[in-house]
């Protein structure tokens, strides 16, 4: 399967859920900064989708072929991507509590795992020595990510703001773009075009 397929479908899921995220932001009640409050998981949850498709797409310029492993890992992280607006409603409407919450961060823990999954797929694919497999390295951020999840989720329970806290503290980690991919491939050598094959002689 070509790449520009997987990339063009999973664009389009991808600016649904975020098309999904901008409907999602009502008029406040209220004239006092305490009326944003309910907006604030929408407003996170967008800059973390939006965090998705730039990592996404900095993976994908890096792999090789395409196999049905990946395909389906792909799907896989989508599925999990696409319950975000769901939780991000139930956690607005219910302001924080404990369930919302912590079912808040099981979906983002789920995202993450799908996206190492995805990650090890398209590594397996293009080989242990890929451009993919050298930028990837010892992804310390793809490993801190799930250990902070699960924290967020236990305190969720007991503490909802410091859960809050460490679930915008991964999203911070991650707002910086992470250019390991580009920065490899720039150092790599340009492809010369393919020349055209010369013309047949006339008889």
């Not at 696409?82 to 302001?95: D, F």
């Not at 491939?185 to 010369?198: K, V």
């Amino acid at each position: 399967m070509r790449k520009g397929r997987l990339e063009t479908f999973s664009d389009g899921v991808l600016a649904i859920i975020l098309t999904i995220m901008v409907l999602e932001l009502k008029v406040p009640h209220g004239a006092g900064f305490a009326a944003l409050q309910p907006l604030l998981p929408t407003v996170l949850s967008y800059v973390h989708i939006s965090i998705y498709w730039n990592n996404h797409h900095m993976l994908l310029a890096g792999t090789g072929p395409i196999t049905g492993g990946v395909l389906w890992a792909n799907l896989h992280l989508l599925f999990w991507l696409s319950l975000v607006p769901a939780t991000t409603g139930w956690l607005g409407e219910n302001h924080f509590a404990a369930a919302p919450l912590a079912l808040y961060g099981g979906v983002l823990l789920m995202a993450g795992l799908a996206y190492w999954l995805l990650q090890s797929r398209l590594v397996a694919a293009s080989g242990p020595h890929s451009v993919l497999a050298r930028a990837i390295g010892r992804d310390l951020k793809g490993r801190s990510s799930p250990p902070l999840h699960c924290l967020g989720i236990a305190a969720s329970f007991w503490h909802p703001w410091e859960a809050g806290a460490i679930y915008v503290g991964v999203v911070l980690m991650w707002l910086v773009p992470d250019r390991r991919i580009e920065r490899i491939m720039a150092r790599l050598p340009a492809r010369l075009p393919a020349q055209p094959p010369m013309p047949a002689p006339v008889p």
